[in-house]
């Protein structure tokens, strides 16, 4: 019989919410941008030649489809199997490029001419300056100062693309801080600029845009995972959550099937009670945080709290409110793994089946110990990222 219980939603809503989450907090300066995006962005995504455009620039431009790759070694460590969604394959690293290629696009039809982003290792910064380059329009991206000292590979990068690249010199002069700066950008150049967010957080429409852009990842292992086991759906998706957007990627199309295990990993740094931590539902309370409520690690008086992670690209104090959501509502599986763990995973990924994985996958990586799949069952890890850019910190676990 059929349930005549509707079946929860995960989407964004009419108003811009997932449950009390979302909205779009915004200074009254940044009206009229935001307004602007959230009026046409449904419109051009639908729009057949954009859909084109777009899937066209995913196979040729990024590699897609990326493989859905089945660990062998890795399945029968853990008594299970595991399948690696391989965003690592995408063109320049990671899967940041499926958002950035979808916003540029975006922009052009905006009649935009130029892109301002935030970037905190520099990971969104290099996909930001790799479309600008690509599309031919003009780049700024804002970064922490004391990120620019630590990132020197990917600042060069970006220059080498045509980047502008200005340093945000306020607070702890890290990704919070250019992202306040970016944002500050857009407010003064509303006309010609588009604003380039880097995962599925800020005001409304950003996380369900971003979302949209990432949902690619879950379309892709739908049919792959179907070729490989016959079965469209996995039991569980593993995904690591800095602000969210590889995971909501992953999850996008398993949202409404609730017999799909949503497994977001948070970076818990030092450990989870250290101090130096970026777990940020097991840490963090309901706030307003770059445009949206979600949770965020906060003091007692609401001030942000500093994250920690050896990955940068998971140390933020915040996640998505989709995220908030899902983790409010027991939809999703919030687990952490700490820097020694996911250090750990990446050195055994690369062992057992030959792939270095970025620091910020390998804490998705950490959980399999612990996730109970069984024998019989399928668990599908979203690996977002190559670890070249992480050689530098494993190198000194090499002896
Ligand atoms: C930036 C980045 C992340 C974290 O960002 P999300 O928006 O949470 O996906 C994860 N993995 C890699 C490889 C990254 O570059």
Known sequence: MESIVEKRSFQVDSKGYYGSFGGAFIPEMLYPNVEELRENYLQIISDPSFQKE?????????????????????????????????????????????????????????????????????????????????????????????????????????????????????????????????????????????????????????????ARFQSIISEEIRWQLKQHTGSETPDYVLA?????????????????????????????????????????????????????????????????????????????????PQHAYLYDSGRGTFMSATDEEAVQAAFELTRYEGIIPALESAHALAVLGRLGASENETVVVNLSGRGDKDMGTFMKYID
């Open 54 to 210: 777009y899937s066209d620039l995913l196979r040729d431009y990024v590699g897609r489809p990326t493989p859905l790759y089945r660990a062998n070694r890795l399945s029968e460590k853990y008594k299970t199997n595991i399948f690696l969604k391989r965003e690592d394959l995408c063109h320049t690293g990671a899967h940041k490029v499926n958002n950035t290629i979808g916003q540029i696009l975006m922009a052009q039809r905006l009649g935009k001419k130029r892109i301002v982003a935030e970037t905190g290792a520099g990971q969104h910064g290099v996909a930001t300056a790799t479309v600008c380059a690509l599309m031919d329009l003009e780049c700024v991206v804002y970064m922490g100062e004391l990120d620019i000292e630590r990132q020197a590979p990917n600042v060069a990068r970006m220059k080498m693309l045509g980047a502008e690249v200005r340093p945000a010199t306020c607070g702890s002069r890290t990704l919070k801080d250019a992202t306040n700066e970016a944002m500050r950008h857009w407010i003064n150049n509303p006309v010609d600029t588009h604003y380039i967010i880097g995962s599925v957080v800020g005001p409304h429409p950003y996380p369900d845009m971003v």
């Open 240 to 320: 690591c959550v800095g602000g969210g957007s590889n995971a909501a990627g992953a999850f996008y199309h398993f949202l409404s099937e609730e017999n799909v295990r949503l497994v977001a990993i948070e970076a818990a740094g030092m450990g989870v009670n250290s101090g130096h931590s970026a777990a940020t539902t097991a840490l963090g309370k309901p706030g307003v945080l770059h445009g949206s409520r979600t949770i965020l690690m906060q003091t007692e008086d609401g001030q942000v709290t500093e994250p920690f992670s050896i990955s940068a690209g998971l140390d933020y104090p915040g996640i998505g």
